[in-house]
């Protein structure tokens, strides 16, 4: 979902039977596994309660970037 020029919001959801996420205050960084790229870490826009299935993540395009945030917000 776009946000606003170059931030896109990215509702990502865990695998079927994975384990459910922790608690997890907003602000609070995860690791993503960027295609190609490689593991990145990017801040949640809100926080997650214990045994969340899903969380989110806002990523602003940063043209001085090692790619991750090229490859999610192009």
Do not use: M
């Amino acid at each position: 979902v776009d946000e606003a020029t170059d931030i896109v919001r990215f509702d990502l959801a865990v695998p079927p039977g994975a384990a459910p996420l922790p608690a997890a205050a907003a602000g609070a960084h995860i690791d993503v596994e960027v295609p190609g790229v490689g593991l990145r870490q990017y801040s949640l826009i809100e926080p997650v309660a214990a045994g969340a299935r899903h969380c989110r993540i806002a990523v602003q395009r940063e043209l001085a970037s090692r790619g991750g945030s090229s490859w999610l917000v192009d």
